[in-house]
Nanobody, 121 residues
């Protein structure tokens, strides 16, 4: 019953920056991993960035060096700082909370409704 809600999307010019926020309804300590995914029309939903409960991060190759995922545990919030944005970054960005109820056997994923990011001149 975890709820997540994204915010911060919008229209930005190529080369610009944007910060997305994802607020969770529960402590991040109870969530095994938080991730940002994106999906463009007609394409699959892909992982953009992920941060685990332990603080480790990983990124899609296409965003390495440009995007940074971080968290504020006191606010139950995860951020995605995006810089040097490209038109191909245009997509709906979704926040995901992943919980391992029984590791490798029973998991749950909770998704936000998404926030639109459009990179265009």
């Amino acid at each position: 019953q975890v709820q997540v809600a994204e915010s911060g999307g919008g229209l930005v010019q190529p080369g610009g920056s944007l910060r997305l926020s994802c607020a969770a309804s529960t402590s991040l300590s109870s969530i095994n991993a938080m991730g940002w995914y994106r999906q463009a029309p007609g394409k699959q939903r892909d992982l953009v960035a992920r941060i685990t409960n332990g603080g480790s991060t990983n990124y899609a190759d296409s965003v390495k060096g440009r995007f940074t995922i971080s968290r504020d545990n006191a606010k139950n919030t995860v951020y995605l700082q995006m810089s040097s944005l490209k038109p191909e970054d245009t997509a709906v960005y979704y926040c995901n909370a992943h919980i391992d109820i029984i590791r490798g056997i029973m998991t749950r994923d909770y998704w936000g409704q998404g926030t639109q990011v459009t990179v265009s001149s």
